[in-house]
């Protein structure tokens, strides 16, 4: 008497529910070059961001040349997530955990922090000065992480084809060059997902 009902039924819950695919993501490249907008436009949730402004203070370690309009800067990470959906319904999609780096060289000692668990690292450039993004892709090549470049189309940038561009920043046979406008979400999104291909044909490959 008062004991439940044995016939209670269990949580409904599948024995195996297809869980997405998580992966760290990390979008770098120089001060100014439009991280924090890419993140910010493709995450699916309000982005975290840390930005702060630039003062005088910081004009004997922050490095402007080319960015002079720029009033904040990225002082810890972004953060935002995007789901990628499958065509197959059935497959459970691929879920990409943002996290924009910080563009100031005095942020180069968290670079092992912020790449610790990344799959992959979306470098951008900017065609006013492509020497600015070589140090990045330095750090990405020495840590042997797969990446793609993806060239931020701001007003003023002199326009390359992809051969020229390719050639100017020296890159690897494999990794992908892509166009994008940070500020435009399914640039960002395209960029993004030149990524995740290219990541997925590693792995297989590995
Ligand atoms: N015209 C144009 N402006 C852009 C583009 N991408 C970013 N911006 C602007 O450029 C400025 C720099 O963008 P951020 O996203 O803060 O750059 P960041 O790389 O995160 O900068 P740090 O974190 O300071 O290194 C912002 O004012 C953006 O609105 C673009 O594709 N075209
Ligand atoms: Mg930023």
């Not at 002199?158 to 060059?177: F, H, I, Q, S, V």
């Given at each position: 008497?008062?004991?439940?009902?044995?016939?209670?039924?269990?949580?409904?819950?599948?024995?195996?529910?297809?869980?997405?695919?998580?992966?760290?993501?990390?979008?770098?490249?120089?001060?100014?070059?439009?991280?924090?907008?890419?993140?910010?436009?493709?995450?699916?949730?309000?982005?975290?961001?840390?930005?702060?402004?630039?003062?005088?203070?910081?004009?004997?370690?922050d490095d402007l040349s080319g960015v002079r309009s720029k009033t904040t800067t990225t002082?810890?990470?972004?953060?935002?997530?995007?789901?990628?959906?499958?065509?197959?319904?059935?497959?459970?999609?691929?879920?990409?955990?943002?996290?924009?780096?910080?563009?100031?060289?005095?942020?180069?000692?968290?670079?092992?922090?912020?790449?610790?668990?990344?799959?992959?690292?979306?470098?951008?450039?900017?065609?006013?000065?492509?020497?600015?993004?070589?140090?990045?892709?330095?750090?990405?090549?020495?840590?042997?992480?797969?990446?793609?470049?993806?060239?931020?189309?701001?007003?003023?940038?002199?326009?390359?084809?992809?051969?020229?561009?390719?050639?100017?920043?020296?890159?690897?046979?494999?990794?992908?060059?892509?166009?994008?406008?940070?500020?435009?979400?399914?640039?960002?999104?395209?960029?993004?997902?030149?990524?995740?291909?290219?990541?997925?044909?590693?792995?297989?490959?590995?």
């Amino acid at each position: 008497m008062g004991s439940a009902p044995s016939d209670t039924p269990a949580l409904a819950v599948p024995r195996s529910v297809p869980r997405p695919v998580q992966l760290k993501i990390v979008v770098a490249g120089p001060f100014g070059v439009g991280k924090t907008t890419l993140v910010g436009v493709a995450s699916e949730i309000a982005a975290l961001t840390t930005e702060e402004t630039l003062t005088q203070a910081g004009a004997v370690v922050d490095d402007l040349s080319g960015v002079r309009s720029k009033t904040t800067t990225t002082v810890g990470i972004d953060f935002g997530r995007l789901t990628l959906r499958a065509a197959d319904p059935a497959h459970p999609g691929v879920v990409l955990f943002l996290i924009g780096a910080p563009g100031q060289d005095r942020f180069r000692a968290l670079w092992d922090e912020l790449t610790y668990g990344a799959l992959g690292v979306l470098v951008l450039a900017d065609t006013r000065r492509f020497e600015a993004s070589f140090d990045v892709l330095d750090l990405v090549e020495v840590r042997g992480l797969p990446y793609a470049v993806a060239v931020n189309q701001f007003d003023d940038s002199p326009t390359y084809t992809l051969g020229e561009l390719r050639r100017a920043l020296d890159l690897a046979d494999r990794a992908p060059l892509t166009l994008c406008d940070a500020r435009d979400r399914a640039s960002a999104r395209d960029a993004l997902i030149t990524l995740v291909e290219h990541i997925k044909e590693q792995v297989l490959s590995s």
